[in-house]
């Protein structure tokens, strides 16, 4: 069974930085896509960024494209979505999943973390 948490959320200032990191245990993380989707208050769950097993192909939506950098550790089992220039719209809880394709759609990806919060104030 495959388990992944989160961890790294927190309060920041707009222009601040941010690094989530996504710890995957059981599976095989070392050859599945790993995503990160966030969900805003009163709000639908949306993709934010993916990339394949090898971290050679990379999918980020174009709202944190330029902001946000997602990577991988396959030996530490660890995938980590760096935040730059975070704004006040980045405000959500956010999710790391396992999928099987690299993609946007939440349907590709069959195991999902708890969640870490993260608040940017203006």
């Known amino acids: 069974q495959v388990r992944l948490v989160e961890s790294g959320g927190g309060l920041v200032q707009a222009g601040g930085s941010l690094r989530l990191s996504c710890a995957a245990s059981?599976?095989?993380?070392?050859?599945?896509?790993m995503g990160w989707f966030r969900q805003a208050p009163g709000k639908e769950r949306e993709f934010v960024a993916a990339?394949?097993?090898?971290?050679?192909?990379?999918y980020y939506a174009d709202s944190v494209k330029g902001r946000f950098t997602i990577s991988r550790d396959n030996v530490k089992r660890l995938v980590y979505l760096q935040m730059n220039s975070l704004k006040p719209e980045d405000t959500a809880v956010y999710y790391c999943a396992q999928g099987t394709s690299v993609s946007g759609d939440a349907r590709s990806y069959n195991y999902w973390g708890q969640g870490t919060q993260v608040t940017v104030s203006s």
């Open positions: 059981g599976g095989t993380f070392r050859s599945a896509p």
């Open positions: 990339n394949s097993w090898t971290g050679g192909t990379t």
